[in-house]
């Protein structure tokens, strides 16, 4: 079981950088890969980011590849988004998830089982 608190969202306004965290419980953390979605209004939930549970490997997609980056503290227990270069179409509800099968990083919402109760991330323009 793994629980997850995301933090670190707000309005800011186009060309700002936040950092988002979520934290995880559970001593089982190192062993799963974790992954950054988003879902704004009236759309479906989509893929930001992942990266393996050694944080070793990532993976972006393209509408934030060179402006986001993930990464992983296992001592900390908590996975980071760190996101420059803001636009106005980033603003959405923003989650981590777990997979599944903990060592497999995946890209598809479907494919991920625990999930936190997400932070609202909005860039004015």
């Known amino acids: 079981q793994v629980q997850l608190v995301e933090s670190g969202g707000g309005l800011v306004q186009a060309g700002d950088s936040l950092r988002l965290s979520c934290a995880a419980s559970?001593?089982?953390?190192?062993?799963?890969?974790m992954g950054w979605f988003r879902q704004a209004p009236g759309k479906e939930r989509e893929f930001v980011a992942a990266?393996?549970?050694?944080?070793?490997?990532?993976y972006y997609a393209d509408s934030v590849k060179g402006r986001f980056t993930i990464s992983r503290d296992n001592v900390k227990n908590t996975v980071y988004l760190q996101m420059n270069s803001l636009k106005p179409e980033d603003t959405a509800v923003y989650y981590c998830?777990?997979?599944?099968?903990?060592?497999?990083?995946?890209?598809?919402?479907?494919?991920?089982?625990?999930w936190g109760q997400g932070t609202q991330v909005t860039v004015s323009s």
């Open positions: 559970g001593r089982t953390f190192s062993r799963y890969a």
């Open positions: 990266i393996s549970w050694s944080g070793g490997s990532t």
């Open positions: 998830a777990a997979p599944r099968f903990p060592r497999v990083v995946v890209t598809t919402p479907e494919e991920y089982q625990y």
